[in-house]
């Protein structure tokens, strides 16, 4: 790939149709990340941009397929979005070790692993290769404002 | 704060109106905490205080909000309990790297945030500013023998 | 124990009735496993033994307590085959960190812990105490294909 990490961000970014430009507020008492030594933990993101949350409603009901791999999405430009920030570039994450996708899912809709394939998908094309992770799917009944997905992820830092 | 940690985990066990001192039993086959290295893994805790679990149901049904707050307190309590007994004192520390807070919760009820938020002021109450820690709140179907609330988190060791 | 973590594995895999000689794939767009250092993060796993999901359904409705414990059985028995090919024996994993008991649960079914045990028995009878581990088992509404369970976990590898 001929471009960075961070150009292929903004890529994404203008792809989606939303700027993730502003500050990435967590919703509670507690922070958007911990760093310890190279480890970082990233808290849970919902798909919110700015102020809004952009994707509610459980998937397999009020959500299709494509929509909560689209939320999947958000999510995790948020979370690429808070480690540029406390890293100062993409080109710093050295790998991705875990992610946990929860899918608001309504009865009968088992297609958790295909919406967290929207989120790996988009990790695959910003970090490459090293972007590769182990990952947990589940689907749960609710989830903070109703959103439709919330995905949390420990990255490695380069240094 | 000129309270020790300690202290000030005794004085929110005394507002919870429970008793923490007794043995912190794991309920199944496995045990309360990991450690490797300065990472320690604490278990999924339930509001058991001795051998009685105080919050049983769903929140947004059997169970108001207050009520689900207050069980997420008791099993941080538990939490900081175990970490105190592994540690000798909550001072030894350094930081709260992740918490997961499941909220059994009815259809409809997605304040899993607002949950959370009691375990999460409850740390920063007793830990100060080195409690701060990235999370992650869901609303799950059900939890073992029917508690409202279960939280697990990584702590890091200062040695 | 005079038999080796590794022929334990074999006799635990007859016991079950699977093999798991074959290729383990995950389901979607990620890696079975990520290491950082000693540490070894495992993709959640489901009961899937080939090509073949051998328990599908929710515990408490479609499959009973033994059934649940069974399937997670199979979770763990793929993550350890994945460990044993990623270090070579089993020999090499020094420690269980946290593992994370997913059970699509039916209403009013809250034996997570029991059919987690299920699980955390297998881990004790192929690797000793070494084996012991933090645990969280929740009741989750879907899992990915209508699996009964799914299972992650953290290991800690010897070198």
């Given at each position: 790939?001929?471009?960075?990490?961070?150009?292929?961000?903004?890529?994404?970014?203008?792809?989606?149709?939303?700027?993730?430009?502003?500050?990435?507020?967590?919703?509670?008492?507690?922070?958007?990340?911990?760093?310890?030594?190279?480890?970082?933990?990233?808290?849970?993101?919902?798909?919110?941009?700015?102020?809004?949350?952009?994707?509610?409603?459980?998937?397999?009901?009020?959500?299709?397929?494509?929509?909560?791999?689209?939320?999947?999405?958000?999510?995790?430009?948020?979370?690429?979005?808070?480690?540029?920030?406390?890293?100062?570039?993409?080109d710093?994450?050295?790998?991705?070790?875990?992610?946990?996708?929860?899918?608001?899912s309504?009865?009968?809709?088992?297609?958790?692993?295909?919406v967290?394939?929207?989120?790996?998908?988009?990790?695959?094309?910003?970090?490459?290769?090293?972007?590769?992770?182990?990952?947990?799917?589940?689907?749960?009944?609710?989830?903070?404002?109703g959103?439709?997905?919330?995905?949390?992820?420990?990255?490695?830092?380069?240094?």
């Amino acid at each position: 790939m001929n471009t960075t990490r961070d150009q292929r961000f903004q890529a994404e970014a203008q792809a989606l149709g939303y700027s993730f430009d502003g500050e990435i507020r967590p919703g509670g008492h507690y922070v958007p990340l911990v760093r310890d030594g190279t480890t970082i933990y990233v808290a849970g993101q919902v798909p919110r941009v700015g102020d809004e949350l952009v994707f509610k409603g459980s998937a397999g009901a009020e959500r299709s397929l494509a929509e909560a791999q689209k939320a999947a999405q958000v999510c995790v430009m948020r979370i690429l979005a808070l480690l540029q920030r406390a890293l100062g570039s993409l080109d710093e994450v050295k790998s991705i070790a875990r992610m946990h996708v929860y899918v608001q899912s309504a009865a009968g809709f088992n297609q958790q692993t295909e919406v967290a394939d929207g989120a790996s998908g988009l990790i695959a094309r910003v970090l490459g290769p090293e972007g590769a992770h182990a990952r947990t799917s589940v689907g749960v009944f609710q989830l903070p404002k109703g959103a439709t997905v919330e995905i949390d992820l420990i990255a490695i830092a380069r240094h």
